[in-house]
């Protein structure tokens, strides 16, 4: 009999290589004084990369109730996207999900307020405290499906990853390549050899 473990614990600081960015240590303690479980968000990541529908939803549905929690949540995939591509595609601005928009927002004017390195998870919970509770649920689960997202996934990234795409009006054609390394995108344009 194969017995499945569906506690899905995950050592999220051993795979992304450093502190998880919903570690109460690397938010200089806004995660304790909002009371982020990171416990229970490694274990909903955990369930949706072990591809365990059943405890991804149930654990789903559990955090995506608790304003920390989401906001925690949405910090991580905002960080993932901003460290991958050094921006936030439009794509995660003005389309899908509406509460998650409003998160990517905040985090977007976040760090252009408090600079690139400051983290803020307080300016993402004071979004989700005004969210409703549908909308917030909605957030949380995009906020996972950034997560596990490849980071060629048009839908998501779409301007980050297309780039530029040569035209009729431009005097020199050009070769565009466009590569996933690592976490990192890397869209190369070169000049055709005349």
């Not at 960015?21 to 304790?32: E, F, K, S, T, V």
């Not at 490694?42 to 304003?67: I, K, S, T, W």
């Not at 004071?126 to 996934?153: F, I, K, M, R, S």
Request: with cysteine; hydrophobic share 45%.
């Amino acid at each position: 009999m194969n017995v499945v473990d569906h506690r899905h614990e995950r050592d999220i600081a051993a795979e992304l290589v450093g502190p998880a960015p919903y570690d109460a240590a690397w938010l200089n303690g806004q995660g304790r004084a909002l009371n982020v479980d990171s416990v229970a968000i490694a274990r909903m990541y955990g369930a949706a990369r072990d591809d365990c529908g059943v405890c991804r939803e149930d654990l789903l549905e559990e955090q995506g109730r608790a304003p920390a929690q989401v906001a925690a949540l949405a910090l991580w995939a905002c960080t993932r996207v901003m460290d991958t591509f050094n921006d936030l595609p439009m794509e995660m601005l003005e389309r899908g999900e509406l509460g998650f928009r409003r998160l990517a927002r905040a985090y977007s004017d976040s760090t252009f307020r408090h600079g690139f390195d400051v983290r803020e998870l307080t300016d993402l919970h004071d979004v989700c405290l005004n969210l409703a509770p549908d909308v917030l649920q909605a957030a949380a689960e995009q906020a996972l499906n950034v997560l596990l997202a490849d980071a060629a996934d048009p839908d998501l990234f779409g301007s980050l990853t297309g780039a530029y795409t040569p035209g009729d009006d431009d005097p020199q054609d050009y070769t565009v390549t466009r590569q996933i390394i690592g976490s990192e995108a890397v869209i190369t344009i070169a000049p055709l050899a005349g």
